[in-house]
């Protein structure tokens, strides 16, 4: 009798413990929102993505065309007063030219397309810098993608205004229901990213990821004299935060 009555009461312990730790180890109660911040800035340089493509019978000819073509938008990069490290030679491609004669195909030629990639920080002397390089031999323009230089910075503003518009939201909705918002249980930083501009290149196409943050070229009217407008660019943010309710 003192034997079952003695087992019992352990049970009866071993239970009131083991409902004590589940109840020690259940989910607080939290609310769940998303903040979103917009931060515009004015675009302090500008990348110019431009194509020089020539075609000769002649192998040897067409890349001695290409190569000096290639020279003289260069020199007006340079006459536009771009510093030679902020200008690239990124690709080369050099081909037979073919054409379809009834069942057959035979090369009367050869094409060079060459792609140079300007970068500008001074926008006041885009004008110049394009009316040049087109004037030089640059026959395509593939790009012309405005950028700002501070881009940590302004992500940096977004991020936090969005964990502000968090924080009031929850504050917001937990009020409605009269609860308190406690700390943080967890914080997640929303994946977003903007596509480049060089995807029209000859050849290529790729994303380059940016963090969280999409820079594009907004509407805007323009600076200084001349058709340029480059208006502003959008860096945004997004994040999700739990909150606990106290």
Known sequence: MQSHLATALFAGVFLTSAAFAASEGSEP?????????????????????????????????????????????????????????????????????????????????????????????????????????????????HSIDFRTSQLRKHRDQARAQAIRAAKEKAIALAGELGQKVGKPHSIREGQSGWWSSYRSWWGRG????????VQNAGGGSATQDGPLAPGTLSVRADVTVTFELE
Do not use: C, W
């Not at 800035?41 to 065309?65: F, I, Q, R, T, W």
């Not at 340079?78 to 030679?89: D, L, S």
């Open 206 to 213: 790729y994303q380059m990821a940016s963090q969280n943050v």
């Open 29 to 141: 109660r939290t609310v769940t929102v998303t903040g979103e911040a917009e931060v515009k800035v004015a675009p302090d340089e500008v990348v110019l993505v431009l194509g020089v493509e020539s075609n000769n019978k002649d192998l040897a000819e067409v890349k001695k065309a290409n190569d000096q073509r290639v020279r003289s938008v260069l020199a007006a990069a340079e006459a536009a007063g771009v510093p030679p490290k902020n200008v690239q030679t990124d690709y080369i491609n050099i081909e037979p030219d073919y054409r379809d004669e009834s069942s057959t195909r035979r090369i009367v030629g050869y094409i060079q397309r060459t792609t140079i990639v300007i970068t500008l920080t001074d926008l006041s002397k885009f004008e110049k810098l394009l009316s040049g390089a087109l004037g030089a031999g640059a026959e395509h323009v």
